[in-house]
C-alpha cells in the first residue's frame, strides 16, 4: 500500500479548502479507500471538524495536524504513505507559509479551489507560481482547479473562459453554494450522512472522487 497524496491549496482564504479535504476524505472512505488527512492549517479547521463528530459515529477518516510541521511537511506525511490509499493535505490560505511549498513536494495531485470570478481569481495567481515552482523538483505534480460555490446550475461562458486564463486545467466536477456543506462541518461528518436531502451535495462529491480516480487510470 502506497498512498496517493492530494493537496487542496489556495493562497486565498474563503475558497472551500476544507470542506473539500474533508468531503472527498469521506467519499474515498466510502469507497472502501483507507484515508488519512492532514490539517496542516493553523487555524485546524479539519481537526475542529473532526472533533465534532460525537463520540458513536466519529468522522470516517483519520485526521492528523501537523501545522506545526511548517517546512518539514513533507517529511511527516511520507511516514504514513505506507500506511493509507489515500492522503488529503489541508493547506493553510498563505503563499508564504512553508506548508504549502512543502506539501507539494510530496503530492501527486494539487487542487485548486476557486470561487468562479474575477476577485477571486485574481487573488488565487499566487498558487500557480508556487505550484510552477514546485514542479521544478516534483515533477509528477498535476495541478487542477476546481469551481466551488457555484451559484448556477452551469458556468456560463465568460466565466469558463476566465478559469481557463488561469491557466491550469479546470475539473469537470465542481461543488455549488450548498447548506449541506456547512452543516456538515458543524456535525462532524460529511454530505453522505445527512440523508437524502443533501443528496444533490453527494452527487457532486461522488462525481469529484470518480474525477480523480480517472486521473490515475
Known sequence: MTARIIVVTNQKGGAGKSTIVMQLAGA????????????????STATRWASS????TPFPAAVVNLAQAGKQLHREVRKFVE??????IDCPPSVDSPVPQSALLVADIAIVPVIPSPPDLW???????LIENAQTVNETLRPFLLANMVQT???G??????????????????????TAYRQSSVYGSTVFELGSHARVAQAEVEALKN????LWR
Open 83 to 88: 500506511d493509507y490509499d489515500w492522503v488529503i
Open 28 to 43: 474515498f472512505t466510502r469507497a472502501g479507500g483507507k484515508v488519512l488527512v492532514v490539517d496542516g492549517d493553523p487555524q
Open 153 to 155: 446550475t452551469a458556468l
Open 53 to 56: 463528530a460525537p463520540d458513536e
Open 211 to 214: 474525477e480523480i480516480l480517472t
Open 123 to 129: 487573488a488565487a495567481m499566487g498558487i500557480k507560481v
Open 157 to 178: 461562458k465568460e466565466v469558463l473562459q476566465l478559469l481557463d486564463d488561469f491557466g491550469l486545467p479546470l475539473l469537470k466536477a465542481s461543488f455549488g453554494l450548498r
